[in-house]
């Protein structure tokens, strides 16, 4: 049985989501922590939340701080897009 190959699949996007979605779910549940990732994202997820740390290599860092966003939702719809 062959599987559909998805062209828009990337592997790398893959590895990072996990911690990508800790980090949405940090920010919807302390409007500290969303303010801080909006504001600046390297100094949130370098400063983890609340004793957790989260595992991002230097590349996926610099693809959250190319994010710029006004709300959670946003920053969102762009983190799908890196």
Do not use: W
């Amino acid at each position: 049985m062959l599987r559909h190959f998805n062209a828009t699949f990337s592997p790398r996007s893959q590895m990072a989501s996990p911690e990508y979605s800790r980090i949405l779910s940090a920010a919807v549940i302390n409007n500290s922590f969303r303010q801080m990732l909006l504001k600046d994202p390297i100094k949130a997820v370098c400063g983890g939340y609340s004793g957790e740390n989260f595992n991002l290599n230097n590349e996926d860092k610099s693809r959250l701080a190319s994010i710029r966003a006004s709300s959670l939702a946003d920053f969102a719809a762009q983190l799908s897009q890196i």
